[in-house]
Structures are given as structure tokens and as C-alpha cells.
């Protein structure tokens, strides 16, 4: 009978880790507690998953508060997905966050991992993940913590480094690529295995290959996928990801927009964003939550779709998790845990992206050894960002903050340095109100 209590469940993760969770038998008899810090949002959440539990007639209990020291005592797992200060997508302070940085001609697609983007939403988030993180030392040190918030990297390392508790960090982005790429060969997802590591967002398919026997390796599908990209309707697909793995070797995880801002090779020319199909974020000033996955696109807010009810299970992570420690049986995956010399040349204590067994006893995250040089030295100037910025978390220094915006790849193949410093001293103004913690 776990507690699994589920920290920013107004997000979209709420509903969809929820009815996950649901779907095996064996975690339906769970006190599931949804926390969220709107009343309202947290409600209408809770108001959906206690119609699944209903259709389905489970034994769940279902909580709703907005107080999440109220429910996390004796917690066996907590989620967090949470947006600090605002919309993750939407509103200030993303706005100000990809606004900012285009009038010094750095456009961002995504910044919520990477880039200047990723390092002032990291200096916003990180002091309220490490606050969770002490409610759970005093209340469930003995939880598991699964992290789904971005800059995944960064907050994961934070949480780490300044804390006891236990925990991993979860994305889609590997699940999700190895599905595209079977799609692109005509194959099935289950016809094919896959070995990634890296960091999050800039993993890399190390081995991809058609699924053999028990006995013998597969066959290794880079030639096929090489031959494929050559068709341009499948290359402009993922024109970004192809034209890293023509001169790299290796597919990389995430999207091909997400991707355009790790490296500095696609953002800086306009004919570039039109030959690798990339566009520049235009969040609203004033922005709306987006529409949850159970709710009909019709008149009527919160109208559930009857379809939404049905215990269908997402390619997410969590409820798989969950379900190997609580029954002992075998599941893997990839998670964001830290480097204990899981890639040796990435720096130990970093936070990495590594396939994890698990089972009753827990997470064990695999040993990759050394990645090749080429993919390594692209992640490596990621991991120093992220470095200064967990440190200028942690110290409350805004100079190491700035100087890991000045490392970022994209931003230093577009600006000065006494550029990125006007960028940075504007976006500290802009993003102050969420920022009390860097000025304590």
C-alpha cells in the first residue's frame, strides 16, 4: 500500500503520471496525494482521477491540498513537476527569459534546459526543489524522489550535491527517440533495443540495433537509419538531429529545435533556421495553461473526454518505477542520476543520463565507461554550465551565474562578452521577483 504524493499535479504530468499509476493492479491499492499550489487547479485534477478510480471501482484513496508538508510524512515516493514563478511555457518569467536574450539575437526554441534560459529558470526553480527536498529529509527521508521538473541536469545535481535524499530524474526524450527512429527504418518499437547515455537532452544512441535472440546481438540498424536520412522527406523530419549524426556519428536525444541550442552550428544565420526548418519561441506576455489531455476541446471547461477514463499507460517512467520496487519485479530505464563514475570522461559528481535497473532494492544506474571523444567534448561544455550555475545556486553568486552563460555555446557564437553581460544584468532585473533566494 504506497503513499506516492505528486508535488505540481495542477501540471500535465499530474493526470497523466495519475492514471499511469492506476493502470498496474498491483499499485492501485495507493494513497495517491496531489499537491499543488492553486486550489483550484489541484481540484480539478483530483475531481478527474477520482472518476477513473470510480469507472474502474479501485481501492485508491485520492488527496488534493495545496500544503505539501501535510501529506508527505510516511511518503514511500514523491514526483515534483513544478513551474516556479509562472507558466512553464507561457508568461513571465519566460517571457522575459526568451524575450531578453533575442534582443542581444539569441534565439531560443525551448530554454528550459540549456543556455541562458535553462541557467535563469534553474536559479528560480533550484531553491524550491531543495526546500522539497528538506520537508522530505524531516518528513520521508526515506522516499524515493523523481524529479520530471527542467533544467533536469542542473536541478538533479543541486538536489544531489546539497541534500541526502535519494532520487532520479525522469524525461521522455530517449522513450520517445527510440520510438521515432524505429519509424523511420518501418519497424515497431518492441522490434528494436537501444543503449543511450549522456546527459539529459544531448544523449546519444550508442547502439541501436534490430532486437536478436536470447543467444546473439542484432543487427546494427546506424546503417539503415544513414541510408534513410538520405531520403530528405525523412531527414527534414529531424533536419537538426540528421546533420548532427552525418558529421558526429551518433543520433542524439530530444528534438531537433531543442537541440539547435546546444550546439553552436544552427541559430545564427536566417538562411540556417530555413535550411533546418527551426523556429524562434514567441511565448505571450499573459499566458494560459495549456489544455490537459482529459479535457474536450468544446464549450464547457473541464469537460472530461470518456476516453480519458480508460487506464491506458503513457511511455513515462515513474509508474514503471514504482511498480519493479514494489514488486520486486525487473524494469529498465534511463534516468538522470549522479556520475559515480558511470562515464568516465564526464566529470564524477556531474549529473548524467544512464539506462538504471530496477527492483525491490532500488534504482542501480549501468556502467557506460568512456563515451566517444567527439559526443563527450559536446556534452562536457554543457556539464561546465551546469557546474556554475549549481554552484552559483548554491552560493548565491550571480558572477557564476553569469559566467556559465557566457560558456554556453549558442550564446557565445552570437554575442560579446560585454554583451552577454548587458543580457544577463537585464534578465537579473526582469526575473528579481523570483530570484529572492540569489540576494538572501
Not at 493526470?15 to 499511469?20: E, K, W
Request: some cysteine; proline content about 5%.
Amino acid at each position: 500500500m504506497p503513499k506516492i504524493v505528486l508535488i505540481g499535479a495542477g501540471s500535465g504530468f499530474g493526470s497523466r503520471l495519475s492514471v499511469d499509476i492506476l493502470s498496474y493492479p498491483e499499485l492501485q491499492d495507493s494513497d495517491l496525494c496531489l499537491v499543488d499550489i492553486e486550489q483550484a487547479r489541484v481540484d480539478g485534477v483530483a475531481d478527474f482521477v477520482r472518476k477513473v478510480v470510480d469507472r474502474h471501482k479501485l481501492p485508491t484513496r485520492v488527496y488534493a491540498t495545496t500544503d505539501r508538508r501535510a501529506v508527505l510524512e510516511g511518503a514511500d515516493y514523491v514526483v515534483v513537476a513544478i513551474a516556479v514563478g509562472g507558466p512553464a511555457y507561457n508568461g513571465v518569467p519566460y517571457y522575459w527569459e526568451i524575450e531578453i536574450p533575442k534582443k542581444y539575437g539569441v534565439s531560443q526554441q525551448v530554454a528550459d534546459t540549456v543556455g541562458v534560459g535553462g541557467v535563469f529558470r534553474t536559479l528560480r526553480t533550484a531553491p524550491e526543489m531543495l526546500r522539497i527536498c528538506r520537508d522530505m529529509e524531516e518528513l520521508c527521508p526515506k522516499a524515493w524522489l523523481i524529479n520530471y521538473t527542467n533544467p533536469m541536469s542542473m536541478l538533479c545535481w543541486a538536489m544531489y550535491k546539497a541534500t541526502k535524499i535519494r532520487g532520479v530524474g525522469l524525461c521522455h526524450s530517449v522513450q520517445g527517440t527510440h520510438n521515432q527512429l524505429c519509424g523511420f527504418l518501418g519497424l515497431q518499437a518492441n522490434q528494436a533495443t537501444s543503449w543511450v547515455a549522456g546527459i539529459n537532452h544531448q544523449s546519444w544512441f550508442l547502439r541501436f540495433e534490430k532486437r536478436g535472440s536470447a543467444w546473439s546481438q542484432g543487427e546494427d540498424l546506424y546503417p539503415a537509419l544513414f541510408e534513410a536520412a538520405k531520403n530528405p522527406e525523412i531527414f527534414n523530419k529531424e533536419a537538426v538531429r540528421f546533420e548532427m549524426m552525418k558529421h558526429f556519428g551518433y543520433f542524439v536525444t530530444e528534438s531537433s529545435g531543442h537541440n539547435s541550442e546546444y550546439v553552436p552550428y544552427f541559430r545564427k544565420r536566417p538562411e540556417l533556421f530555413e535550411q533546418f526548418n527551426l523556429k524562434h519561441r514567441e511565448p505571450t506576455k499573459d499566458g494560459d495553461r495549456a489544455k490537459r489531455f482529459w479535457e474536450q476541446d468544446v464549450p464547457g471547461a473541464g469537460k472530461i473526454d470518456d476516453d480519458a477514463l480508460a487506464l491506458k499507460r503513457s511511455q513515462e517512467y515513474a509508474s514503471g518505477i514504482m511498480y519493479a520496487i514494489e514488486t520486486n519485479g525487473l524494469f529498465r530505464f534511463n534516468g538522470n542520476v549522479r556520475n559515480d563514475g558511470l562515464i568516465s570522461n564526464l566529470p564524477d559528481g556531474c549529473c548524467v543520463e544512464v539506462p538504471c535497473m530496477v527492483d525491490g532494492t532500488g534504482i542501480r544506474p549501468c556502467g557506460i565507461g568512456a563515451l566517444p571523444v567527439q559526443v563527450a567534448a559536446l556534452n562536457q561544455v554543457h556539464v561546465a554550465v551546469q557546474q556554475l550555475t549549481v554552484e552559483a545556486v548554491l552560493e548565491k553568486d550571480l558572477n557564476k551565474a553569469f559566467m556559465a552563460c557566457a560558456l554556453d555555446p549558442l550564446t557565445a557564437a552570437i554575442c560579446s562578452l560585454a554583451d552577454i553581460r548587458s543580457m544577463f544584468d537585464e534578465l537579473v532585473e526582469a526575473d528579481r521577483p523570483w530570484l529572492g533566494d540569489m540576494f538572501a
